[in-house]
């Protein structure tokens, strides 16, 4: 994550999540491509993702590009870069955001959605 200072305060810099996309996108399309007809939260598609050994060394190798700080660059991470996977699969359908009293499919890094594989 970029900071820079501006007018004697800091100005927070967007990350460049491209080479995140780049290393993420085509896992997180094969394991589109694979879910049957569902509904699934954010926080299970990233539990389901990383349970596989490459997946999560694609995971890490994305997280490593989003800058020194772990909590930011999992919020762009999870935020920006698997959430837009998802909202861009034509296969999926937003089905709303997971409530705070869903606690199991809340996610501690972005407002973690409801997805619906619909073909």
Same mark, same amino acid.
């Given at each position: 994550?970029?900071?820079?200072?501006?007018?004697?305060?800091?100005?927070?810099?967007?990350?460049?999540?491209?080479?995140?996309? %780049?290393?993420?996108?085509?896992?997180?399309?094969?394991?589109?491509?694979?879910?049957?007809?569902?509904?699934?939260?954010?926080?299970?598609?990233? %539990?389901?993702?990383?349970?596989?050994?490459?997946?999560?060394? %694609?995971?890490?190798?994305?997280?490593?590009?989003?800058?020194?700080?772990?909590?930011?660059?999992?919020? %762009?991470?999870?935020?920006?870069?698997?959430?837009?996977?998802?909202?861009?699969?034509?296969?999926?359908?937003?089905?709303?955001?997971?409530?705070?009293?869903?606690?199991?499919?809340?996610?501690?890094?972005?407002?973690?959605?409801?997805?619906?594989?619909?073909?």
């Amino acid at each position: 994550m970029a900071h820079s200072r501006h007018g004697g305060m800091e100005a927070f810099m967007e990350p460049d999540t491209g080479p995140a996309h %780049a290393i993420l996108d085509p896992l997180i399309e094969g394991l589109i491509r694979t879910l049957p007809v569902c509904q699934f939260s954010t926080r299970r598609f990233i %539990a389901v993702f990383i349970a596989d050994p490459e997946r999560a060394e %694609a995971y890490k190798a994305a997280l490593k590009t989003l800058g020194d700080d772990p909590d930011l660059g999992l919020m %762009a991470l999870h935020g920006q870069v698997i959430s837009v996977a998802l909202r861009n699969d034509r296969r999926l359908k937003f089905a709303g955001f997971v409530r705070e009293d869903d606690p199991e499919h809340v996610d501690p890094f972005c407002h973690s959605s409801w997805w619906r594989k619909e073909e």
